[in-house]
């Protein structure tokens, strides 16, 4: 990792395109640094002017009397790879590239873009944008952008591949009371991106949030690589966009970015312990709520309410997002009897009804606070005639502060009477919601993120005994000979066995009497399957008999096949006839995998049979990440097949470590053997002791 | 239908209980419906004042000199009934009890609430609560409730079953600038409830949007037939809350409501075009979009942006929401290439990039409205240097007016530099909003509802033949006699039977002999179940045996049976053995019932076989309004089972037609049948041609 940091803390820093003239984004950044309060040394470059807001104007870069940390460049798009040069050659340390028409605006863009990139290589510059609108941080104070306006002090780092929506959440960022600490623009990410910031503001002590608007990922392993760090530091939050089909050609035709499969980011944002917001709305929320209270320990929320039906609304929210609603223990119930009016509701929610003033919410939220099975409230408050929003509002920040561990989300439903309130809790911070469901969507994501934490933090890299990579090399060589990317049946089952996969074995007869002889060393009953690289649905073509239990039986379903096959496809090639052993009974399911160009194999498991894409009971996890029995186990468990697996309505449990065996060896095959693009085992047949491989599809791609 | 609507105009209110004390809700009340300008008589009573605020005040009700249409009662619990009585005496033809301590608050409060109502009952007087905040309606305009302050005039009614949820909502509904027809606090609900109330604002002229909370519905079937009427008039949206296990608790522990099942409602709600909101954001973001836009035609949106990123944002909340984003025609493309600058993306999302002044965005937006394909429009705009917001809001209304029949929602991304756009909009009724999801998330609202006043409105109910109630009757009657409450097997084949289900044949061998000739009769192969009603699950006491295929193997299988039973369960009363016919192979499917104490019979139909609950892919309908092939073809339509049954991957399609007859039927059955409490078929068999009742299980329960 290079350290960036000097970036958001340069010590001097060149504003190349100054301009005297208000109306140009030359004068905006210009007039940000300094109006920022920034304290390092501002030079403006312009050959055309010899001073600019009163400070002195240079010819260009090199004329400078000093070193230069940070340039701005700001030139019209003709000129941005002389003034970039002229820096390298100057030996300035960054670049934010403001100026656009670069890969965005098509094929010459592109191309004055990887010039750019060669020369901030060749003179190792890092650079930000281009076609972006700079950066800022709060706290040194910098403001290096043309934004209006400079965010309050706070301690999100927002980090955003859209300018424009990075401008718009400035502004409203000022009516909301939310601060931060940095605001990146990402713009082409032609040399840094979101991992290099993600990475940067980790280490920052004064981001304690990052936030993170993208439309793509740059680099899919080292994004899981960084973030899987950085998330354990400090909270990360992303919204993806371009999820949808139109999304993405919207994406596309927005930065050129090649979006990846969703259901990959999916996984690689999960097992890097990345928060991904689903909206706009609950990115925020998720900001304010991390920015600013403790992690819940547990899943036990006690809500403290003034009025029964936004108490209901907020219980049906708990359970929807998966929360717990807290059982108090004895003593707090029996403070809370004593205590309260007898119309109160003392169990959880604990409502203190529409007559209550500050001191009972103080009584009350003190009392389940200070209860061991509670881990987070929630405060919901409703004006009526003898409420106290804003004195309540002060006893909620002291009691936040008083029991710091717990976090608290307060909604305090309803417009100007509680305004005051509002805007109190807001700046001594304290999450405040008009309504209850987001706030406890917000306390939910800090429920998964503590999980995230407490997970151990290094994995213990399982050893595979008995993997015969050469083997599995010689076959997919003889594929690629025979020039096909599919395997046949005995081909996949010889790869399965090479790597310790139980499966059907499966062996070529070229003849009537192979077949016999094969069978006869399996062991009756055999099923035989016609072997040709043009038949995908042997069934169809009468190319499968099972259940075959002697010689003679073999012989006629021998005959049959052939029969059938030559009369259907006269024209198939015909490799020869598979003969395969019958096997068990057993829990079926789906072991597969589907290749990510962006973050590599992506292994599937659900339940099996001809329904898996009809019932889409699957999970995903990169295979990368599968090095355990631990990781599999979870996958596992994430899917209804589970159920089945562990012994549904009375049937024996399956063998659960036979196939996590099974999904660890398949994993560890397709992060051997890029050429691998797609496989499919359905069904992993799994047995009450051991499991078998049986319909094995494997496609591969030579690499270059 | 009574006419309540004289409680919000009433031409004479009398205020009972009224007092001098600014902090009384006595006080509150009278100077409330005062303030907020009604313009019928007023009469205060109190018999310890003269005169309050202005107004003689009278001793008791009786003492007024003309007739009085509404009572508002608001003195201490205790003489409620005694007020309400000399009400009723004196002709009063509604009362609204504000007072509380009723049913709420236990036993004692239930009998004074029921007291209240016979006395209502006796007198013929309509009652708003007890225990309520009271009503508003602003055009008459009457605010007879205690709430501080009074609604800004609108379109939209609003029915809370929380009085604190109606007063926070009155209070943020001014800082968000949405206005309100009628506002109704239904308290207890003892006599007039949610459903009447919908009932009465789908007549009035001044409501265009209803909108409800509620924690539970009074009465199921009339509230189905009611809102399936007031839909068609005007939209219904409704937050249900309760939906948790936790949630519910908190619901009776709060007003004694007994909360249907989610399900139930789920599919009430749905057959009556009811829109329900799954949170309170979106109850009102709907309300906002309902209240003041034009219904989409189709479902497909135009997305103008001048920046990219929310762009994408939005048209993943277009596709997640299962809106679709229009296609343009030719012209429409090539007028905005001729028109707009390079850089813009002319295709759909339409972004007319960061420099776009009000000008392009009105000729974008036109330009989209214009084109045929394009049902709805999003307009998003974020602060950038030249933006134009408060002229671009302008242009927005004009075009809404001048492009009336297309709804047009608006994103404007930002804070305060937006903030005067946006008030323009809101009160030229643009729905406004900050991010892009909710806005979409409110227009798919709008598309469901359309479809909803698409399809025709009165339904033709199928004429069933070969129903033999008399059979089904007296089986039932035997099984009562019986002291159960399972059919066993044959019964529950000869209820099918009854009722034209074809189903596997079940009939009872007493003893060995008869087993072979019930088989002789069926024809091989059969199969034997041991017939007890101790025996839940005959598989594993070795209850069953399939596939027989002689009189050897029946006799063998019955031996066999009666050995492992008789072993197992020495003291099972054994009724004798089923004999019932191998059926052919087809698309297992359930068709199953359950009866809600609120909505009555619902149907589940669903993936069939022993994964049933694992797999949750079932639909369900009240079954009252399953009355033809098309409403039963829709709820098949809705399942995943629907793929396999139009034939998955290339097999041969299934007879919709038969199962179909057989849904329609055990619809009619469980409808006509009350004793039916549950039944599952599972499966249903359904054959390419035809299709079997196979395991059928009926329970019942004597209605009294």
Known sequence: MTDINFIFNPEQIAVIGASRSKEKIGFAILDNIITSGFKGAIYPVNPREEEISGLKCYCSVKDIDSPVDLAIITVPVSRVTQVAEECGQFGVRGLVVITAGFKEVGR?????????????????????????????????????????????????????????????????????????????????????????????????????????????????????????????????????????????????????????????????????????????NELFDLARAFSSQPLPDQDRVAIVTNA????????????????????????????????????ANIYNPVDIIGDARENRYRFALETVLKDQNVDSALVLLCPAAVTEPENTAHTIVDLNTKYSTKPIMAVYMGGKTLTKGKEYLTNHDIPTFTFPEPSVHALEGMFRYNEYLSAPETKIVEDIPDLDQGAVRSILENVFADRRVVLLGHE????????????????????????????????????????????????????VEIGLHSEKEVRKAYQRIM???????????????????????GVEVIVGMSRDIQFGPLLVFGLGGIYVNLIEDVSFRLASSLVNCDDVRKMISETKAYSLLKGYRGKKPADLDALTDTMLRTARLVTDFEEITEMDINPVRVHPKGSTALDIKITIERKD
């Open 108 to 280: 010459e863009g592109l191309k004055l873009e990887r010039k750019l990139i060669s020369i901030c290589e060749r003179y190792k510059m890092r650079m930000v944008g281009p076609n972006c609108v700079g950066v800022m941080d709060t706290h040194t104070p910098i403001n290096a952008s043309f934004a209006r306006g400079f965010p309050n002090e706070g301690n999100i780092s927002f980090i955003s591949q859209s300018g424009a929506m990075l401008v718009s959440i400035l502004d409203w960022s000022f009516q909301m009371g939310i601060g931060f600490s940095r605001f990146i623009s990402l713009g082409n990410k032609a040399d840094l991106n979101e991992i290099d910031f993600i990475e940067s503001c980790a280490t920052d002590p004064l981001t304690s949030v990052i936030l993170c608007y993208v439309e793509d990922i740059t680099d899919g392993k080292r994004f899981v690589e960084v973030c899987s760090e950085a998330a354990r530091k400090k909270p990360i939050i992303i919204l993806k966009s371009g999820t949808s089909t139109a999304g993405a050609q919207a994406a596309s035709s927005h930065t050129g970015a090649l979006a990846g499969s969703d259901r990959a980011y999916e996984a690689a944002f999960r097992q890097s312990g990345v928060l991904r917001a689903e909206s706009m």
């Open 308 to 343: 029964g039906g936004p108490a209901i609304v907020a219980t049906d929210a708990v359970e929807k997002f998966g929360l717990k609603m807290a059982r108090f223990t004895k003593d707090t119930i029996d403070k809370l009897r004593e205590n309260l009016p007898a119309e």
């Open 492 to 543: 996949a089952s010889a790869v399965m066995t090479a790597y310790g996969i139980p499966n059907s074995k499966i062996y070529l007869a070229k003849n009537e009497d192979e077949a016999v002889d094969i069978s006869d060393q399996l062991g009756y009953p055999v099923a035989l399957k016609i072997s040709s690289p043009r038949i995908a649905h042997k069934t169809d073509v009468g190319g």
């Open 563 to 585: 029969e059938k096959v030559t009369h259907f496809l006269p024209d198939a090639p015909i490799y020869g006839i598979e003969v395969q052993d019958m096997v068990d009974e």
